[in-house]
């Protein structure tokens, strides 16, 4: 499973996901800082259909709401 998650590193919402991921120690979800890179910034608004951060990218499908990404990433832990 490909997992991408748009953020920016001073979101608070994204801090959520972070904790998180930190928590679990997963090292699946690739980082697209949207500040910092602008195909990054693109690319979610042109799949995601909305800037908003945090998005996560599960298989390319768009998933907004931290509590929903946090929720999603304990229901689908790492897989080895
Ligand atoms: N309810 C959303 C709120 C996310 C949110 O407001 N993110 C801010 C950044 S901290 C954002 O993307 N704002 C869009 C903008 O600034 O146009 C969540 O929990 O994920």
């Known amino acids: 499973m490909k997992l991408d ?8 919402y994204c801090q ?5 991921i930190e928590r ?7 980082m697209h ?6 195909e990054d910034m693109d690319t979610l ?6 800037y ?3 998005c996560l ?6 998933m907004y709401e931290s509590d929903d990404i946090v929720a999603w ?3 689908n832990p790492q897989q080895a």
């Not at 800082?33 to 602008?38: A, F, I, L, M, P």
């Open 52 to 54: 908003q951060v945090p």
């Open 24 to 30: 679990t120690g997963r090292t699946d979800v690739v």
């Open 57 to 62: 990218f599960i298989d390319g499908k768009p």
């Open 73 to 75: 990433l304990a229901a």
């Open 33 to 38: 800082d949207v500040k910092k890179n602008q």
């Open 5 to 12: 998650l748009y953020m920016f590193e001073t979101c608070p």
């Open 45 to 50: 608004i042109k799949v995601g259909g909305e």
């Open 16 to 20: 959520k996901v972070f904790r998180e």
